[in-house]
Each structure stands twice: as C-alpha cells, then as structure tokens.
C-alpha cells in the first residue's frame, strides 16, 4: 500500500513537472534563468556581453524606509 501512494505521488509530481514545462516558452524558461541576476544592473551587462541573452526586464531595488510605515500596536513581531 505505501508502495503504492509513493509511486502516485512521484507520478504527479513527473505529470505536473512535464505539464508545467510544455505549457512555458523557451523564452519564458531562459528570462526564469535570467532572474537572479535581473537585480544587479552590471552582473546583468555582463551576462548579455557574454552569452548574448537580453533581459526583458531589469529590477531597480530600493531600500525600505521604515519610518514612513505607521506604528501600529498590533503589528508587534517579539522574538
């Protein structure tokens, strides 16, 4: 019986992951790979000098100013 459910389970899991990839566009997957470097403006000159792929999208980040969020007595985080 554990047998059984163990193999369903890898069986879904192998169905959703097929299902998951045919549904993406290789376009989809290669910016999916792209994304740990779309925060960092020159790691991702370099990644486009060097393999020639282009970024749809390059994320600016921005530091969170705390003091402009209002203090809310019960928004309390006590570790």
């Known amino acids: 019986m554990q047998a059984l459910m163990f193999f369903m389970g890898v069986g879904t899991l192998v169905v959703g992951l097929c299902y998951s990839l045919k549904t993406s566009s290789a376009h989809d997957i290669q910016q999916a790979a792209l994304l740990p470097f779309a925060d960092d403006p020159e790691a991702a000159n370099k990644i486009t000098q060097s393999t020639g792929m282009t970024f749809d999208k390059i994320v600016n980040g921005i530091e969170l100013d705390l003091t402009a ?5 019960t928004d309390s985080f006590v570790a």
């Open 69 to 73: 969020v209002p203090n809310d007595s």
